[in-house]
């Protein structure tokens, strides 16, 4: 084989191509180390995630009450905080067993009910909500109490209670049911028709007169 004589500009042009190969090769590994571990981090964070589950216990329901426990079961994964979402309102549950449970206060009608388990790291995963439709009335409940003092049997409204959102009875209406079996007596007349007062006292009939 015959050999070819190699001066000193062919030697160190055979040396920058080489180093330049060196170099190329260094710089395509890095390049795919990064890629390699912005693959990972990426696979890692969704698994995180996705490896929550959890679900409302009952689902939907009809609520007959204002104050109602939601119990919230977490099957998968971990959480630093469970909390349940009532429309725009948040509650925190507290760990109960098996579940997690927090005591919500619902409206009348639609409640749209969700829970929300937060993840280290600041993730969140949510569970499919529920519909709780609450079926009591916002409204005032009317107290009557009676009382005997002076000869007259006394009617008061004064105690009635608030509703949820406060509200307050405006007026009270008083009048005699058409089949009393007797005429009701106001201090100063007859009761008749309908009387607007918180309270009211009526004078017994001469067979009620020995009432105390």
């Not at 100063?188 to 009432?211: F, H, R, W, Y």
Request: include cysteine; charged fraction near 20%; proline fraction near 5%.
């Amino acid at each position: 084989m015959e050999k070819t004589p190699i001066n000193r500009r062919s030697f160190l042009r055979l040396c920058v191509v080489a180093a330049g190969s060196l170099v190329a090769t260094a710089c395509q590994k890095a390049i795919e180390d990064i890629a390699t571990a912005t693959e990972a981090i990426a696979t890692s964070t969704v698994s995180a995630s996705s490896a929550v589950k959890l679900n409302l216990a009952g689902g939907a329901r009809d609520v007959w009450a204002w104050v109602k426990q939601v119990k919230v079961q977490v099957s998968e994964g971990q959480c630093e905080k469970v909390v349940v979402r009532v429309d725009d309102q948040e509650f925190t549950a507290q760990p109960d067993g098996e579940y997690f449970s927090a005591e919500v206060k619902l409206s009348e009608g639609k409640n749209q009910v969700s829970a929300v388990c937060l993840q280290p790291g600041g993730a969140e995963t949510s569970s499919d909500s529920a519909i709780f439709t609450g079926r009591l009335r916002e409204a005032p409940t009317a107290v009557i109490e009676i009382g005997f003092e002076g000869g007259q049997i006394g009617f008061d409204g004064s105690q009635s209670l608030l509703a949820e959102d406060n509200a307050a009875l405006i007026r009270h209406f008083w009048s005699a049911r058409p089949t009393n079996p007797a005429l009701l007596r106001l201090p100063d007349g007859e009761l008749a028709g309908e009387v607007d007062s918180q309270k009211i006292s009526i004078t017994p009939p001469p067979s009620m007169a020995n009432i105390t």
